[in-house]
């Protein structure tokens, strides 16, 4: 098992920030940024919680060689985040859960979202544990899909501020 630690600041509260992060055709971006070549979003509105769900089907050419040979041309990756209702200073607090399968291999984060106020500006944070069953290269794989989630959730970021620039948030 691996752990993950990210963080992001965005240039808007969080109050514009959040409804971006749940909306579908962001999340139908953030597919198109990975580079997916099928993707089914849904969106369901709480109350008390809001989930998204991004199912995709994505190229494994950003996978190192070493571990590419396990999981073929693609892999398929299924990530499910619940949102709680916002705080008194109206930051968000979800969970966040992920699973991807290729020729029977299997990874799955699991871990905590963060999106609270910082100054004039929202910052994004994922706690998650990375685990991936590969026999004896499990904890070495794991490490891999840490750094790619880390990558993925970098994209997630440019997608967000692309939104922020265009939309006018």
């Known amino acids: 098992m691996t752990k993950l630690a990210y963080e992001a600041i965005h240039a808007a509260d969080v109050a514009t ?3 971006i992060l749940t909306a579908a055709g962001f999340l139908e971006d953030c597919a198109r940024q990975l580079g997916a070549d099928t ?16 199912d ?3 190229p494994t050419r950003n996978i190192p060689a070493t571990f590419r040979r396990f999981f073929g041309p693609h892999v398929n990756i299924s990530e499910k985040r619940t949102w709680n ?13 992920a699973h991807a399968l290729a020729r029977g291999h299997e990874a799955f984060v699991t871990g905590t979202l963060l999106l609270a106020p910082a100054q004039d500006a929202a ?3 994922v706690d998650a544990d990375v685990t ?9 794989a794991a490490a891999k899909v840490g750094e790619l989630l880390a990558s993925v959730l970098n994209d997630q970021t440019i997608v967000l ?9």
């Open 56 to 58: 995709l089907r994505a």
């Open 132 to 140: 991936v069953r590969l026999g004896l290269l499990s904890d070495l």
């Open 85 to 97: 209702a916002p705080a008194a200073d109206g930051s968000r607090q979800g969970g966040l859960s």
């Open 39 to 54: 993707w089914t979003v849904a969106v369901t509105p709480g109350p008390p919680e809001l989930t998204t769900q991004l």
């Open 17 to 19: 920030v959040f409804p």
């Open 123 to 125: 910052r994004f944070t």
């Open 161 to 169: 501020d692309r939104w922020l620039t265009t939309r006018g948030g």
